[in-house]
């Protein structure tokens, strides 16, 4: 009988991937997906480590796999292998081996294509199975290939690691120094995930848009902008994406291909942070307010519709409240499509986590909720601007009611609207007739037999 692996995921979008592609490597050793850690042989915490909530997780969820574990070896059931993966498996590997004893094998995102090898190790002993090394060689060239997509929709890491140590950030010292994968191996899996019927794909990098991948044919390295015309070459591929973006890494070649690229759709999420100048100083983010609103007025040059999304942090340590101010003056400008907002939490190691954190949680939830506010009164106007318009939607879903299917927009919204379910996984214009918080509702623009045509 097949084994069960249960992967639970945490975090971004490049831990999403991850997943998938272990996932992929352990199918070969018979391990078949399942939803339920209940009925798993083992059991992986693809973790987050980058808020203090998103690391603490592990520990309760491990205690939760410890009882299932006991449970079921109590009456007699098979072994529960229990793995943890990800950021927090990389920043605490020893500190998860003796406070949760329970777990079997640690690994980090750099050497999950290990994972063989560990899970082996953990069954013959406890104890030696912890890998958070930054092997020399890439995982990249030791993963199967990816072995399907879901929808239409693939993700595709291009770059990791980051070497802008944001005062505030484990990333630089979780996923370790920013490095690209070549050019040709992304042209080959972006084909691969075409063949697999995605239409469109994201690029995936903690700072993606620092990407320098090697040449095909020897050269300079290429910037995103060039991967992207290129990856519109690759038929089957309609719509590209990339995300997180950081400001100062885009490019005149990035800019304007938001302007030039049809296939790049017009939706950027480009984090901020806050809109006062000397907390971006002692972020260490690089730039100012002005330089991002200055940025913006480029992008919005080269592609005027153009939907923006970000990042924000309050509470970052001595932020004032007219600092603060400065941050919501710069949300309600800008006018973002979307966004995220965080508390700002202190992470041990960071340059930030020795400052001292001199807000309350009261300060920084009410301020949350102020700028969360703003937010979404810039989402909502976003949403209530694209009634009327007709635009493009790669359907993929069932709706919730009969013979409706959702699709995304080209501005990342999910949209619903009356299709006959053989549509879909196909790009159809659809005239937007009511706006939601988060989402749109329409109309095909055209007969349904006509646009089946
Ligand atoms: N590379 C991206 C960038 O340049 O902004 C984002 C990386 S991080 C995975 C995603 C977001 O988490 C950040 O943009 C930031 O807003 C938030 N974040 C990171 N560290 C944080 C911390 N210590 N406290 C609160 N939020 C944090
Ligand atoms: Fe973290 Fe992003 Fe800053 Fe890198 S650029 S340190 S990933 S917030």
């Not at 703003?374 to 009327?388: E, K, M, P």
């Not at 999910?414 to 706006?435: F, K, N, Q, Y």
């Amino acid at each position: 009988m097949a084994k069960k692996l249960c992967i639970k995921t945490y975090g971004c979008q490049m831990n999403v991937y991850d997943s998938g592609r272990m996932a992929d490597l352990l199918a070969p050793l018979g391990y078949a997906t399942t939803d339920e850690a209940a009925e798993a042989d083992l059991v992986i915490l693809n973790t987050c480590h980058i808020r203090e909530k998103a690391g603490e997780k592990v520990y309760s969820d491990v205690g939760r796999l410890r009882n299932l574990r006991a449970e079921r070896m109590a009456a007699g059931g098979a072994p529960l292998t229990i793995a943890v993966a990800g950021c927090t498996a990389q920043a605490e590997g020893e500190e998860i081996m003796r406070r949760a004893p329970a777990v079997d094998l640690v690994v980090g995102p750099q050497a999950y294509h290990r994972l063989p090898e560990l899970i082996a190790r953990a069954h013959r002993s406890k104890g030696e199975a912890l890998d958070t090394e930054f092997p020399a060689e890439s995982k990249f060239d030791h993963l199967p290939q990816q072995s399907r997509v879901e929808g239409t929709a693939a993700f595709l890491t291009i770059q990791e690691g980051c070497d802008k140590f944001c005062t505030f950030c484990v990333v630089p010292y979780t996923r370790g120094a920013e490095t690209s994968r070549p050019v040709a191996a992304v042209l080959a899996e972006a084909a691969h995930l075409a063949r697999l019927g995605a239409q469109e794909i994201t690029l995936l990098g903690q700072n993606v848009n620092a990407y320098h991948g090697e040449a095909p044919e020897g050269g300079a390295p290429w910037s995103l902008g060039r991967l992207a015309h290129a990856l519109a070459e690759v038929p089957g591929i309609a719509r590209i994406r990339y995300t997180t973006s950081h400001p100062r890494d885009m490019d005149d070649e990035l800019i304007a291909a938001h302007g030039t690229l049809p296939a790049l759709m017009p939706f950027l999420h480009l984090p901020v942070q806050s809109g006062a100048d000397r907390i971006l100083e002692a972020m260490n983010r690089r730039h100012t307010a002005d330089d991002y609103r200055r940025l913006v007025e480029r992008l919005r040059q080269a592609r005027p519709d153009l939907a923006l999304s970000s990042d924000f942090i309050v509470g970052f340590p001595g932020e004032s409240e007219k600092e603060f101010q400065a941050t919501l003056d710069l949300a309600a400008e800008i006018g973002f499509a979307q966004a995220y907002s965080f508390k700002y939490s202190p992470r041990p190691g960071t340059p930030a986590s020795m400052m001292a954190d001199s807000l309350s949680e009261d300060v920084k939830s009410e301020r949350l909720a102020r700028l969360q506010a703003v937010i979404a009164d810039g989402q909502r106007r976003f949403n209530d601007a694209c009634v009327g318009r007709t635009m493009p939607v790669l359907f993929d879903r069932p709706g919730r009611h009969e013979g409706q299917l959702i699709g995304r927009s080209p501005y990342m919204q999910a949209v619903h609207a009356e299709v006959p379910a053989a549509l879909s996984g196909r790009i159809l214009d659809v005239t937007i007739e009511s706006a939601h918080p988060n989402s749109l509702g329409g109309r095909l623009a055209a007969d349904p037999a006509e646009a089946a045509a």
